[in-house]
């Protein structure tokens, strides 16, 4: 136990066991990004997975919509301490996307319009763990939460979760991003408090 | 930087507001922190129940101690402890600085465009001392939101530097109410008196803006639009929720 703070007593919203250690729960949609939201007409956009061999996967927002959807519901957590609980989202699984991809890497990097990059271990993004979602609350999402299309990875802290994603390159090394090399943490598991480096 | 908790005594608390307080910190081995870093603070009650709140780093020195600057939230859990129940002489757990993108550094050579709405003036305030105490000479230009004069933090500073520094220009705009010498009545900040307030964008300044989210998201939306290039823009979010007061 750490030092006591004498008259401190807390709100203790933490009694819940769906919020992870140091979590509180919020009912709003908190916008986190380093920086202004990229503009990305959904005409414009695509989505990508290259491997270490150099083959590159596409697909375009139709060729994307066309394949199948789903819904997920789902608790996400930032590292900043908001957690909000049974989200509801809408998009394809990325064991879809890779169905027809080889490789043996064991990571990848999300590369987002704007330059942003996360990287995640590839069986974080596999087995129905995570998507690409386009729909929030049955509303296409917006801009500001990363519209057209967001990386879901909602097992771990949410800046994993890459906004206006265009795609996933596939590496052999765990290669930090953005934010891990700023200080975070390289996983960034919420229920291990894995928050900085 | 130390993802590890240390232990760090309040050495100073001075009020900052009516609301707000200035505390300082000395944690032992520290060595100062980059101008727009945070902490986390952690407080734990006598039976182990503990909560974690992030705290930008006001102060620039090199030495053990740093200076936060915690704005009471009327119904908040950390908040009104840390302004106005922890005294003097007592310990609090301490995690960081962290932080190494809404950092300026003295080595950074293009002027600097400050937006703070109200406690987001906080990581601000870290780089103009940073400024100040190095040889730079970029030009900084500060842009203040704030409620009310008296909702202002470092006030006698910052009309001192406005006064006395060759390479610091500092603007106000009151949106509750105005001090009674000033020009315009309190409104809601607009895109036009923003962009009429700021460094242009040719030649790009690097625009570090800092509040509630709200304030963010808007004032990053319209410099955007009036073609100052998203790269050149850092933000930092002080609340999930936006308008908590
Ligand atoms: C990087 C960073 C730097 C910050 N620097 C400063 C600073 O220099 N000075 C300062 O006064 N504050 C700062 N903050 C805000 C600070 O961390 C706390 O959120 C604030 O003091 C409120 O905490 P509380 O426990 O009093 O309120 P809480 O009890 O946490 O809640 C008050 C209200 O805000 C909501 N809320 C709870 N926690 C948060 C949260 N972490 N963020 C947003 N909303 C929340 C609640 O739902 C509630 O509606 C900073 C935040 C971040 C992320």
Redesign the pocket.
Known sequence: MGIISSGFHG?RQTGNPALPPGQ?E?GSF?VLTAGPAPHIPAENWEFFITTEAGQRHAWSWDAFMDLPQVEIRTDIHCV???SRLGTSWRGVSLDTLFEDVESSCEFATAHSYGGYTTNIPLPDLLDGRAWLAWEFDGEPLERAHGGPARLLVPHLYFWKSAKWINGLELTQGDIPGFWESNGYHIHGDPWREERYS | MSPLWRIADVVSGVPETET?RTIGLRVEGLMGNLAGQ?VDIRLTADDGYS?V????V?TAGMDEIIG??????A??????YLVRDLAVGDQLEIRGPVGGWFVWRPTDTNPVQLIAGG?GI??LMSMIRAHEASENTAQFRLLYSLKSPEAGFYREELLTLSRESPKLTVDYVYTRKAPSDWQTAPKRLTADVLLASILPADPTPDTYICGQTVFVETVAEWLVQAGYPAASIKT??????GG?R
């Open positions: 709100k509180y919020t908190p900043t301490s908001w | 707000s945070h909560a709140r992030s705290y930008s006001a936060i600057t915690v704005d009471e939230l119904n908040g859990e950390v908040s009104p406690s906080v990581p930092e979010r002080f609340g999930g929720t908590t």
